[in-house]
C-alpha cells in the first residue's frame, strides 16, 4: 500500500501481519540463523509491532542482527529438552534465544500441566531479547494459566544500593476468561522498560521523574544519561526491588541461568541480548473445584468494570491487533524499505 502523511508525523505505510513475518523470517535467515528460529523470531517481533508494542518489535531488530553478527549469540542452536519429573522440564537453549527453547518444551510442558494441574518450565543458557508477553498469551488461549519471569542484563540499581545489579526483570501473566479475550500483563520490576528509554532517546524526549540516574547516581529525566553510564530504578522503591530479585532467583538460580550480572559480552563488540534464564509456571485450572475458572475469572473483570476501571491490563494491545488486522500493521514507511534493504544486504 502507498506511504501515507499524517499531520505531525513521520510518513507511515501498512503491511498485513503474514508479510511481516515472511520479511522478518528473511532478513533472518540472511543474517545466520537457522529457518525455524527465524520464523519463532519473525512472529515474535511482528506480534509485538502489531499490537503496538513497538520497543519490542521492529525496533529490537538492528540489535538482532548485531549480536548475530558479533557470534554472541548461536542463531542456529537446537534446544535439549530433558524430562525431570511429572511437574518439571528443563531446556538447554545451547546458547541460542529463549523462544526456541520454549517451542521445543511447549508439547512436553503442556501435557505435563494438564496431567499433574500444574508444571514448571526452566530454560537456561538462553537470550531473551523479547517482549515477555508472547510467551504466556498462547497458554491462556488454550485455558491454561501461565506465569513467566526472565531476568535480563545489569541496568537496575536495587533500592537502597548505589551501583546497577538486577536487569529490568519482567513478569508475565496470562489468564483465559468467558467472555473476551485472556487478561495478560507483562511489567518490568524497573521503573521503566529499557527499550522504551532507548526509544526516548532515539525521540529527544525526556522521561517522567523518578526512571533512573546519570553515572554520578544522581536522579535524571535524560534518556541519554541513563544509557550512558547511568541506570535504571527499580519501580516501587524497595517493593520493586524485591520482585526483581524474585526473578533473578527464579529465572537464574532456579533454572541454572546466569544472574544479571555474571556474563559479560566485553569480547563481542555489538552483542546486546542478555545470556541468562527463563522460568514458566503453566497451570491447569480445570483442576479447582467449583464454578470454572474462566468463568470467575470474567467475574472479576465484571466487578472491576463496576469499580470504574476503564481498561484492563492487555486491552490497548487487544484492540491494536483488531485494528491492525484490519487495516494492516502501521509501520512507518522510511524502517519498512530499511527493512527490505536488509534482506537484499
Not at 494459566?145 to 526472565?150: G, I, K
Not at 540499581?157 to 487478561?183: E, K, S, Y
Not at 519501580?235 to 541454572?256: C, D
Not at 527463563?278 to 464454578?291: E, F, M, N, Y
Request: charged letters at 15%; a negative charge; one cysteine or more.
Amino acid at each position: 500500500m502507498p506511504a501515507q502523511s499524517f499531520s505531525g508525523e513521520s510518513p507511515v505505510t501498512a503491511i498485513g501481519f503474514a508479510e511481516l513475518v515472511a520479511l522478518l523470517h528473511s532478513i533472518f535467515v540472511s543474517h545466520g540463523t537457522s529457518s525455524t528460529v527465524a520464523q519463532i523470531l519473525a512472529h515474535n517481533c511482528a506480534s509485538a509491532e502489531r499490537d503496538g508494542a513497538h520497543s519490542h518489535g521492529i525496533f529490537r531488530i538492528p540489535g538482532y542482527l548485531s549480536t548475530l553478527a558479533s557470534g554472541w549469540v548461536n542463531g542456529k542452536a537446537e534446544p535439549t529438552v530433558t524430562d525431570v519429573a511429572s511437574g518439571f522440564v528443563r531446556v538447554d537453549a545451547a546458547n541460542g534465544f529463549a523462544q526456541p527453547a520454549l517451542e521445543a518444551a511447549r508439547p512436553l510442558l503442556v501435557q505435563k500441566a494438564r496431567s499433574a494441574g500444574i508444571a514448571l518450565l526452566a530454560i537456561h543458557n538462553s537470550h531473551h531479547f523479547a517482549a515477555l508477553w508472547p510467551d504466556v498469551e498462547p497458554f491462556a488461549e488454550e485455558g491454561l494459566v501461565a506465569l513467566s519471569v526472565v531476568n535480563s542484563m545489569t541496568c537496575v540499581v536495587p533500592h537502597g544500593a548505589d551501583r546497577p545489579l538486577f536487569g529490568t526483570n519482567p513478569i508475565a501473566f496470562a489468564a483465559p476468561r468467558a467472555d473476551g479475550m485472556p487478561i495478560v500483563f507483562d511489567l518490568a520490576t524497573s521503573a521503566i522498560a529499557h527499550g522504551d528509554v532507548q526509544i526516548a532517546a532515539r525521540k529527544g524526549e525526556l522521561l517522567p521523574p523518578g526512571m533512573g540516574v546519570d553515572s554520578l547516581g544522581q536522579p535524571t529525566r535524560d534518556p541519554k544519561a541513563i544509557l550512558e553510564g547511568g541506570a535504571l530504578l527499580p519501580f516501587g522503591g524497595h517493593k520493586g526491588s524485591a520482585l526483581s530479585m524474585m526473578v533473578e532467583l527464579l529465572a537464574a538460580a532456579l533454572t541454572g541461568g546466569n544472574f544479571s550480572f555474571e556474563f559479560n559480552w566485553a569480547d563481542h563488540p555489538g552483542a546486546r541480548t542478555p545470556w541468562t534464564g527463563q522460568l514458566l509456571i503453566v497451570i491447569d485450572p480445570s483442576k479447582t473445584a467449583g464454578q470454572s475458572f474462566a468463568e470467575r475469572s470474567q467475574e472479576l473483570v465484571r466487578q472491576m468494570h463496576a469499580a470504574g476501571l476503564r481498561r484492563l491490563p492487555g486491552d490497548r494491545r487487544h484492540r491494536t491487533r483488531v485494528r491492525s488486522d484490519e487495516q494492516g500493521i502501521q509501520v512507518d514507511a522510511q524502517e519498512l524499505a530499511g527493512l527490505r534493504k536488509l534482506v537484499e544486504q
